[in-house]
């Protein structure tokens, strides 16, 4: 992921905005103080929206069914899965 500071951004923010849609690529915005921000085309932000609301879907009917474990339990195979 490329940063670029404010500046050049918005120098070139038409040539930014088509590398990012053509090229499927996102890019941080940064000032001089702490804030940035990422740009990423629609299409990025559309499908990574859509893909959040199917998963809480999913995790709203798994739960409905009672399948899901405990925080405790939970931990403990996250532990396991980082264990080298």
């Given at each position: ?24 690529k ?21 499908a ?37």
């Open positions: 992921m490329q940063a670029i500071n404010y500046t050049n951004a918005r120098n070139n923010l038409k040539s930014i905005i088509d590398d990012v849609c053509d090229n499927n996102e890019v941080i915005v940064t000032t001089k103080g702490e804030k940035s921000v990422v740009i990423i085309s629609l299409d990025e932000y559309n990574t929206h859509a893909k959040i609301k199917q998963d809480i879907k999913i995790a709203l009917k798994e739960i409905e069914r009672g399948e899901f474990m405990d925080i405790d339990d939970a931990f403990e195979v996250a532990k396991k899965s980082y264990r080298v």
